[in-house]
């Protein structure tokens, strides 16, 4: 093997990359939500099962401060090397303080720090492995900077509205409020699906949401995010009809 093959090699190798799921107990719409059953398994079990078939994905880590949510993790195939402190584990934590505890976590105990991290939340089962493969190749293409899973908004942000003391208010100046939806300028949600960025930096800047942050583009099925009793309702009829997911 010669000098160029060499390094050609060094610099096309994917970077080691934890997943880190972080899956509270005590939640309220939907009691132990992240455990509860879609299709004859745990919803957490979707995303332990998508992130164990990523070609990208080195360790799969769960992180919850529940003994029951950390036995499901366990069973799935993940990783559950501590449990979170419960500070971390309110109803108004982000989610972001779940992974940061995680990776100091692994940075005082263990030998290496995966070189990244991607941060799949359970709430959004019809992720695919293909999807965190995809957000993965995007990542290792320019390290610097997180990759964010958004899908389309299906709506122009010209027909978006604020409700100030009964009235509509546009959220921004626009001089034609008739625009028709084709003519306007597409818009994107942050879907919750998919979040990638290099360790060390994530360590450092404490949030995904840095500026140049990329995205990666998702499907609606694949960015579906369960948080109420009628998103779950959606779900299990879409778990029942995954042969369709994917002309969603």
Same mark, same amino acid.
């Given at each position: 093997?010669?000098?160029?093959?060499?390094?050609?090699?060094?610099?096309?190798? #994917?970077?080691?990359?934890?997943?880190?799921?972080? #899956?509270?107990?005590?939640?309220?719409?939907?009691?132990?939500?992240?455990?509860?059953?879609?299709?004859?398994?745990?919803?957490?079990?979707?995303?332990?099962?998508?992130?164990? #078939?990523?070609?990208?994905?080195?360790?799969?880590?769960?992180?919850?401060?529940?003994?029951?949510?950390?036995?499901? $993790?366990?069973? %799935?195939? #993940?990783?559950?090397?501590?449990?979170?402190?419960?500070?971390?584990?309110?109803?108004?934590?982000?989610?972001?303080?779940?992974?940061?505890?995680?990776?100091?976590?692994?940075?005082?105990?263990?030998?290496?720090?995966?070189?990244?991290?991607?941060?799949?939340?359970?709430?959004?089962?019809? *992720?695919? $492995?293909?999807?965190?493969?995809?957000?993965?190749?995007?990542?290792?293409?320019?390290?610097?900077?997180?990759?964010?899973? &958004?899908?389309? $908004?299906?709506?122009?942000?010209?027909?978006?509205?604020?409700?100030?003391?009964? *009235?509509?208010?546009?959220?921004?100046?626009?001089?034609?409020?008739?625009?028709? *939806?084709?003519?306007?300028?597409?818009?994107?949600? &942050?879907?919750?699906?998919?979040? %990638?960025?290099?360790?060390?930096?994530?360590?450092?800047?404490?949030?995904?949401?840095?500026?140049?942050?990329?995205?990666?583009?998702?499907?609606?099925?694949?960015?579906?995010?369960?948080?109420?009793?009628?998103?779950?309702?959606?779900?299990?009829?879409? %778990?029942?009809?995954?042969?369709?997911?994917?002309?969603?």
């Amino acid at each position: 093997m010669n000098w160029l093959t060499c390094f050609y090699e060094a610099t096309t190798k #994917a970077m080691s990359c934890v997943a880190i799921i972080p #899956a509270r107990g005590g939640s309220k719409a939907i009691p132990q939500k992240n455990i509860t059953d879609l299709a004859g398994k745990p919803l957490l079990r979707w995303t332990v099962e998508a992130a164990l #078939a990523s070609q990208q994905v080195d360790r799969v880590i769960v992180s919850t401060d529940d003994p029951a949510i950390a036995a499901v $993790a366990r069973d %799935a195939g #993940a990783e559950v090397p501590t449990l979170r402190p419960a500070k971390f584990a309110d109803d108004d934590t982000h989610s972001i303080h779940a992974v940061l505890h995680m990776l100091r976590w692994l940075k005082s105990n263990e030998t290496n720090l995966p070189e990244r991290c991607c941060m799949l939340l359970p709430t959004s089962p019809f *992720r695919t $492995a293909s999807d965190i493969d995809a957000g993965l190749t995007l990542h290792q293409q320019e390290t610097t900077t997180p990759v964010i899973g &958004v899908t389309d $908004a299906k709506v122009p942000i010209i027909s978006l509205r604020w409700i100030e003391a009964n *009235r509509l208010r546009p959220i921004d100046d626009f001089p034609d409020l008739q625009l028709q *939806r084709q003519d306007g300028k597409p818009l994107y949600r &942050v879907n919750g699906a998919f979040y %990638a960025a290099s360790s060390a930096k994530l360590l450092e800047q404490q949030s995904f949401h840095t500026p140049g942050a990329r995205p990666l583009l998702m499907s609606w099925a694949s960015s579906l995010d369960i948080n109420t009793p009628a998103d779950l309702a959606l779900a299990r009829i879409l %778990a029942a009809n995954t042969d369709k997911l994917q002309d969603l």
